[in-house]
């Protein structure tokens, strides 16, 4: 079992670690100028090039979509088919 000072000890110990940690404005300072330099630049499409963009989008997710039944409907036959073979393993 500890002592009794050990709790004592403890809280002092992070004390001490506080006080080696950089205080939140200093670290707001540091990253200050970091966010107002920072400009985001964006390729103007056509709106053909955006139609064309959301239609590899949609076709995409009907892709995923079907792939996703797919994995639904073989999942269930390997669990019906393992039910079904229990059953008979047990009750033949």
């Known amino acids: 079992m500890g002592s009794a000072s050990q709790p004592m000890l403890v809280v002092k110990a992070n004390r ?3 006080r080696k940690r950089p205080s939140y404005k ?3 300072k540091a ?3 970091y966010l107002n330099e920072t400009q985001l630049h964006f ?3 056509t709106p053909f090039e955006q139609k064309k963009i959301r239609d590899k989008i949609i076709e995409q997710a009907k892709r995923d979509r079907w792939e996703e039944i797919k994995i639904y409907f073989i999942s269930l036959f390997i669990l ?3 039910i079904i073979g229990i059953y008979f393993w047990f009750f033949n």
């Open 31 to 33: 990253y200050d100028g």
């Open 26 to 28: 200093d670290v707001r």
């Open 16 to 18: 001490a670690l506080l």
């Open 43 to 45: 390729k103007e499409l």
């Open 80 to 82: 019906c088919a393992i």
